[in-house]
T-cell receptor, first 115, second 109 residues
Framework: GAGVSQSPSNKVTEKGKDVELRCDPISGHTALYWYRQSLGQGLEFLIYFQGNSAPDKSGLPSDRFSAERTGGSVSTLTIQRTQQEDSAVYLC?????????????FGPGTRLTVL | SQQGEEDPQALSIQEGENATMNCSYKTSINNLQWYRQNSGRGLVHLILIRSNEREKHSGRLRVTLDTSKKSSSLLITASRAADTASYFCVPSGFQKLVFGTGTRLLVSP
């Protein structure tokens, strides 16, 4: 079956430009997460969507970062006015139900390079 | 939120040896999960152990959980070069999962 997909797989952009990263979760998964991983570092939580509840945005590093999830499925992470420190791999994950085992299934990530 | 702390940060062993990684956490949990990340297969879920379980096995993996000490361990037996990866423990309750920095395991042929 289809897993979590992300696009693009790689994105190179110039400082100051806006970028949009897309995540297609596994069908039927109600929870969706965005993480960021810098080179050689662990995962940094960014934002979490659960069903129709208000998203948990507590991990977003600045107001240049935003995310939305349309129709409870596809999610888009937007970074405005990108900075070089935004360069990282952005990972998306989905899980079936929050709080009941909630094994997360990860996508392959989008590698963002800000020049 | 809650985060596990893995120990050691890095571990180098020879093929065939066993690898043990430890995890400590601070809050009450519903379960604890271990994940692996390598360049070939990305980040994948390995095993989940519930708070009322003490030990669980899956193939060459053995996980223990001691909720009184708020600690867990992951044992990989008869390691292979393909086990080279970073391993993360993720304690979970009813909140979002938070990943730590992991243990980097290097298995040399």
């Amino acid at each position: 079956g289809a897993g979590v997909s992300q696009s693009p797989s790689n994105k190179v952009t110039e400082k100051g430009k806006d970028v949009e990263l897309r995540c297609d979760p596994i069908s039927g998964h109600t929870a969706l997460y965005w993480y960021r991983q810098s080179l050689g570092q662990g995962l940094e939580f960014l934002i979490y969507f659960q069903g129709n509840s208000a998203p948990d945005k507590s991990g977003l590093p600045s107001d240049r970062f935003s995310a939305e999830r349309t129709g409870g499925s596809v999610s888009t992470l937007t970074i405005q006015r990108t900075q070089q420190e935004d360069s990282a791999v952005y990972l998306c994950a989905s899980s079936l139900v929050q709080g009941a085992g909630n094994e997360q299934f990860f996508g392959p990530g989008t590698r963002l390079t800000v020049l | 939120s809650q985060q596990g702390e893995e120990d050691p940060q890095a571990l180098s062993i020879q093929e065939g040896e066993n690898a043990t990684m430890n995890c400590s956490y601070k809050t009450s949990i519903n379960n604890l999960q271990w994940y692996r990340q390598n360049s070939g297969r990305g980040l994948v879920h390995l095993i989940l152990i519930r708070s009322n379980e003490r030990e669980k096995h899956s193939g060459r993996l053995r996980v223990t959980l001691d909720t009184s000490k708020k600690s867990s361990s992951l044992l990989i037996t008869a390691s292979r070069a393909a086990d080279t990866a970073s391993y993360f423990c993720v304690p979970s309750g009813f909140q979002k999962l938070v990943f730590g920095t992991g243990t980097r395991l290097l298995v040399s042929p």
